[in-house]
């Protein structure tokens, strides 16, 4: 689990150890400096007066990671939207995807195969549908699938984004499964 730190950036990091509980001092990482060359945890001014030195990514903790319908507008504190569709949105430019709203990042990792996908939207029935999640599910349940939640689950604590497809309704959409699934690897899901 990432801890947030009270240092100065430019010396030192505090991460801690997966399962050890003990910490390990490591070089701050470039990531840290902002593109002004301002180290982000070098002491600013807090609201309450005198100076607060967290880093700016410490400031405001509620991180989580939302499940959109790609195209629709954005939510403040959305951060990146990840589109998890098979295919790009149709008669866009590519150029457009992330002014249009579509997605920011393409990432058909997540997505159902084609022919999941496929079973999915000519689902009628609860039997049919219950057959579609069966078979998402299994998808996900691949090494390569289980890494990308994982991924994702741990991003959810240190920053915001969002991930999506294109469905109208949710509930008859891949992102309900995506959702569970993320909450399931631990995720902080909004």
Request: glycine fraction near 8%.
């Amino acid at each position: 689990m990432l801890r947030c730190f009270r240092q100065r950036a430019g010396r030192t990091v505090q991460d801690s150890l997966r399962g050890g509980g003990g910490f390990r001092e490591a070089p701050a990482p470039a990531w840290l400096s902002s593109a002004a060359g301002r180290v982000i945890g070098e002491d600013l001014p807090s609201p309450g007066g005198g100076v607060d030195s967290a880093p700016l990514f410490c400031r405001n903790p509620p991180m989580s990671v939302r499940i959109v319908r790609l195209g629709t507008p954005r939510a403040s504190r959305e951060g990146l939207r990840i589109g998890t569709v098979r295919r790009p949105p149709r008669g866009v430019p590519k150029a457009k995807f992330a002014s249009q709203n579509w997605y920011d990042v393409w990432f058909p990792n997540l997505a159902p195969s084609l022919e999941t996908m496929k079973q999915g939207l000519t689902a009628e029935t609860p039997a049919q549908w219950t057959a579609f999640i069966r078979r998402y599910t299994a998808e996900m349940s691949t090494p390569a699938a289980q890494r990308d939640l994982d991924l994702l689950a741990a991003l959810s604590h240190v920053t915001d984004f969002s991930v999506g497809c294109y469905c109208e309704d949710e509930r008859r959409c891949h992102r309900s499964i995506l959702r569970r699934l993320l909450v399931a690897h631990g995720a902080k899901v909004d």
